[in-house]
């Protein structure tokens, strides 16, 4: 969600940014196709849309931008580097082979940030821990992978009075209070979040919801095959334990799987 005078970055798999108005992104129906970005922005042949952020002034903006990638890789950056964005973008982050930038979160500086892996571990840490580095250096370790086939499907901001929300393939979820997850220096294996079964699928989403005004709050969850649906937070059953599996939030048909989720407060409306 943006206002027509804000910023909107956009983030890519290959570690560059790049920034539009929001007017500048042409206004269409919920179920219109939409324009490709190509005509929008000058991104590169073989460069992916992964993350975009509102933000209404680079220039004077405080705090940072804290990045994750799917290999467990994370940097975070000061607002201010982004002031002089081209149009032709900017590198913001050196990538290793084989792996991609996919988050991007505004930070202050001294938030806990939450990583969740395809596996079901997820790890909190403070964001302190990593030292702020400039716009176009590489990351550092945020979480040890389990192999190979292992990777990292969720990065967020945590606070004790939020829930880590986290939604399997097969369309079973659950909610479980961040308080449950010790703080752990950045680096670690994390713990169990999820138990992974058969029946679960592997881990595809996850991110951190508030309970203030939790009753307003409504997650989305999009599937491979381009399906979504609304369902109240507050209905998603909150466990005790970290490492239950969940109950059904989706019926998929046979094929499908979820492909990503993602929460808004349905009270809020835009400014313009």
Not at 49 to 77: C, D, H, Q, S, W
Not at 120 to 145: H, N, Q, T, Y
Not at 247 to 272: C, H, M, N, Q
Request: glycine residues 10%; neutral net charge; contains cysteine.
């Amino acid at each position: 969600m943006a206002s027509t005078h804000d910023y909107i970055l956009f983030f890519t798999d290959r570690g560059r940014v790049y920034r539009l108005k929001a007017f500048e992104v042409p206004e269409a129906s919920r179920t219109a196709m939409g324009t490709n970005i190509i005509n929008l922005i000058q991104i590169l042949p073989d460069e992916h849309v992964t993350a975009t952020v509102p933000i209404r002034n680079l220039k004077n903006a405080e705090g940072y931008f804290f990045m994750g990638t799917v290999r467990g890789e994370i940097k975070r950056t000061r607002i201010a580097e982004f002031a002089n964005l081209r149009a032709n973008g900017l590198v913001t982050f050196d990538m290793n082979e084989g792996d991609q930038l996919n988050w991007v979160k505004l930070t202050d500086g001294d938030q806990n940030i939450v990583l969740t892996t395809i596996k079901g571990m997820a790890i909190r840490f403070k964001e302190s821990d990593v030292r702020a580095s400039g716009r176009a250096s590489g990351g550092v370790r945020g979480i040890v992978l389990d192999g190979e086939d292992d990777h990292v499907v969720g990065l967020d901001i945590a606070s004790d009075d939020s829930d880590l929300l986290v939604v399997g393939a097969n369309g079973l979820g659950k909610r479980t209070s961040m308080a449950a997850y010790k703080t752990q220096g950045r680096g670690g294996k994390g713990l169990k979040t999820m138990d992974i079964t058969v029946r679960t699928g592997h881990l595809k989403a996850a991110c951190v919801v508030p309970r203030e005004g939790q009753e307003n709050l409504r997650l989305m969850i999009v599937t491979e095959n381009g399906t979504g649906i609304r369902v109240k937070v507050s209905e998603i059953k909150t466990t005790q334990s970290r490492s239950t599996q969940g109950v059904k939030l989706i019926e998929l048909r046979e094929g499908d799987a979820v492909k990503t989720v993602e929460y808004f407060d349905a009270s809020k409306k835009p400014e313009d």
